[in-house]
């Protein structure tokens, strides 16, 4: 499993160079192609205690609507790929303020070491320069910001805050409640949390009354605030918060401050009196997919771990590759805003690129009321071969995306070779529901899992973890990760595996063992036996011999090739190794190793001789080091040689056997004899290596000493070495394997 460790919590400067800023493009016009932006910075809670940032430094969600008085935190952003002294310098100015402001741009509070704030920008941007904000009357400001550099020349970026006071919800409902425009967005909002969460907390009735205040619409309470906020407006009125939280204190509140109180619209699209003035225009209003907007609430440890999560997760930094113009089939699943217009049926996708967070999963409005935790969607999930999922629970809103592309019975018989060939990265819930595979005909059983486990994905992926586990922020939750790979500490959460199979068969790992799947003798966990039968049949494909960790599929690869490649990536990309159906994906792997080799029984021999001279593949006589006919000769050595192995040969002193074809003839080697083999008795001894290790095979006939070199030394390839050695002459044999210089 993979770890991904956010920048977020490192110490970033803000002119490291990196990487390139590939396929980002520039956000305004210069003398050469920079590729830059200027943006407002959210400052969370989190940032605040991560960055040991100033006392009385003010929460901002990043919007470009904010209220009067409050900090904007500008930032200018140039590409990773320039270095520092290719950066000449920043300079700030105000092209734009409305009438009677006298504001002007003051220093930033974020110092050097607070990198760029989305986790997936981190791969692209770094910090050129900041500045700050605060204006001091209702309208638009414009700010211009041009980034001078050695090479590039020099970039002008331009950025757009409107300021302005606070409204409520009671001026919000006036439309957004089936009035002026099509939509009933308050209505819904009203069912959620968010719509109680202050009222609540003041009856004493929530479970979470910490920062109870905040809880409302525009509390800050910084001297230069003018923006009819819950403070402004509390400040008034002489409304001070009650002493004791009980009963009756929401009802005694003043409806100037009702009308302000819980988390409402203004709170994640801004202050909204500009908006409201100029009868919605959207240019005076925010809509924003930045994290920052939930983060401003939900990144304050140890109670609000949601954010601090999400940024060690993979969605926090999903890869920017598959967005862009172009990309509409594509952004449905690879951006948040994306799959937020596939969601809503969409006919025209926004490819501009945003990270998988809060808002892609959640929809704040409460779109749907029967939808629990504000999910977006939980109809069901339509695979691609037709199977319909109806009851993942919470899951199905995983399963929109991961999922395999293809029909698997019928892409595999027609797609060409390619490097693009597969599944595509993510088809975790064709595994889960045991579907779409290459199955060859056959039935192929499944795991209990999709039955069993009621929210299916969330269930183990969002397990709780404890403010004082190791793992906390690390694993569960909203990182997704149902482990920590900390290297000889990792944790995984195997709790939720408990619950089912009892805390005796699975203690700490997720490598469980249950059963020999790879036919090796020895039962080792679920997920090293998958990984072994993944080895066998990479070895099995193009080019054939070594273990593959990648496949590299092109135009020359068979039909069978295919097939079993397309099964090779099912069970790989699912990254599971077996956990989210063990029987499907050992069945996958067998299927296909049989198809290629003629062996569906693990270390077995082909299907047609045994089926040929023992009438089932489950006769323990077929067994390829059995000797049914008690001459001594396996009937690995017969099937090699072509030999009945139901027909006893013709041992002679020193352990030899003459053989003429299928026939077993006299030990006499008569001139011009042909097709005459001698079989001798040997031993095999395979073991693994390292690239620069030498190897000394030695033997023993007893165990009371005298060791003997075998051969000169072997060198390590990285891969197992098979080394066969006579033993006719010996009665018995030992041998043993030693690092050698």
Known sequence: ???????????????????????VAPTANAQSPLPSRLVARPVTPGDISAWNLPAGTEVSAGLATVGVGTPVYLEADVSLALSASNILSVSWSLTNTPPGSAVTLQASPLGADVPVFEPADQLVYQVAGRTLLRPDAAGQYTILATVATAHQGTTNLALTITAAKYMGINTCALCHSGGLVADNMVTSWSQTAHATCFSECIDGTHPNQRSILYHTVGYDTNALVANDGFSDVAARLGWTFPAVLTNGNWAAT?????????????????????????????????????????????????TETQNAEWSQSLHAVSTRIPSGP????????????????KVNGASATNTDYVAINCQTCH?????????????????????????????????????????????????????????????HEGPQADMLMGVNGVTYGRSIPSSAHRDVVGDTCVTCHMQP?????????????HTFLPMWDNGPNSISLTAACQNCHGATTITDTFDFPLQDYDGDGVIEGVQTEVQN?????????????????????????????????????????????????TAY???????????????????????????????????????????????????????????????PGVAVPGGVVWANGKNLVSPIINPGETNTVAIFTAAEIVFATEVGQNYQIQSISSLSGGWQNVGAPLAGTGSPISYVTPTRNNVQMFFRVVRSP
């Open 585 to 647: 994906a050992v069945g996958l792997l067998k299927a296909s190793i049989a198809d290629l080799t003629g062996v569906s029984v693990p270390g077995g021999l082909p299907d047609a001789w045994v089926t040929q001279y023992f009438g089932s593949l489950t006769n323990p006589s077929a067994v390829p080091n059995a000797a049914p006919t008690g001459d001594g000769i396996p009937n690995w050595v017969k099937y090699a040689l072509g030999l009945d192995p139901t027909q």
């Open 254 to 302: 003043p409806p100037p401050l009702r009308n302000l109180a819980n988390i409402q619209c203004e709170n994640c699209h801004g202050a909204g009196s500009e908006h409201a003035d100029s009868l919605g225009n959207p240019a005076r209003i925010s809509v924003s997919f930045n994290s920052g907007t939930c983060g401003q609430c939900h990144d304050s440890l140890p």
């Open 326 to 341: 172009g990309r509409e089939a594509c952004v449905g699943c690879h951006t948040g805003s994306g799959f937020v217009g």
């Open 533 to 581: 039968l993944l080895d066998k049949l990479s070895m099995l494909l193009p080019p054939i011999g070594p273990v593959k960790s990648s496949l590299s599929i092109d135009s020359t690869w068979t039909r069978p090739q295919l097939r079993a490649a397309y099964n090779w990536l099912f069970v790989n990309n699912d990254g599971s190794h077996g956990i989210h159906n």
């Open 465 to 477: 973890v404890a403010t004082t586990d190791a793992a906390f922020l690390h694993a569960g939750g």
């Open 363 to 423: 929809s704040t409005h409460n779109d749907d009321t029967t939808y629990t935790n504000l999910l977006r969607t939980l109809k069901p999930v339509t695979l691609m071969d037709g199977t319909v999922v109806a009851t993942a629970g919470k899951g199905a809103l995983c399963m929109n995306c991961h999922m395999s592309r293809q029909n698997a019975a019928n892409y595999v018989e027609t797609a060409a070779g390619n490097s693009l060939f597969g599944p």
């Open 1 to 23: 499993m993979k770890k991904h460790t956010s920048a977020k919590r490192a110490s970033i400067g803000l002119l490291a160079a990196a990487l390139g800023a590939a396929g």
